[in-house]
């Protein structure tokens, strides 16, 4: 059973940066797409940002591109989202997923399908206010 553990979050005023990470209990490359979720208080959960089992494809909500980053360490199994520029609508709580590539192929990161992704962490808070 693959696990999860989100880590990074935090309160930084508008304009500032937070890195999350999601430390994986396995390797993930080749063998699992990764995702990162938000849900605010309020608000269905919605996809910010996925990276494909291969690491060569990305995908970014409208709202993040240009100020999010996704990324991959292979040898610390760890998918990090880097968050510049944060504004007060980024905060919610932040969660990575795990497709595996029985359900989704290596090219593909997609973040729209919930569904696809079988494995969650805990979640990380994520608040941007002065």
């Known amino acids: 059973q693959l696990l999860l553990v989100e880590s990074g979050g935090g309160l930084v005023p508008p304009g500032g940066s937070l890195r999350l990470s999601c430390a994986a209990s396995?390797?993930?490359?080749?063998?699992?797409?990764i995702g990162w979720f938000r849900q605010a208080p309020g608000k269905e959960r919605e996809g910010v940002s996925c990276?494909?089992?291969?690491?060569?494809?990305?995908n970014y909500a409208d709202s993040v591109k240009g100020r999010f980053t996704i990324s991959r360490d292979s040898a610390k199994n760890t998918v990090y989202l880097q968050m510049n520029s944060l504004k007060p609508e980024d905060t919610a709580v932040y969660f990575c997923?795990?497709?595996?590539?029985?359900?989704?192929?290596?090219?593909?990161?997609?973040?729209?399908?919930?569904?696809?992704?079988?494995?969650w962490g805990q979640g990380t808070q994520v608040t941007v206010s002065s």
């Open positions: 997923a795990a497709a595996d590539t029985l359900t989704i192929s290596t090219v593909q990161a997609t973040c729209d399908d919930q569904s696809l992704y079988d494995y």
């Open positions: 396995e390797f993930t490359e080749d063998y699992y797409a």
């Open positions: 990276i494909s089992a291969s690491g060569g494809s990305t």
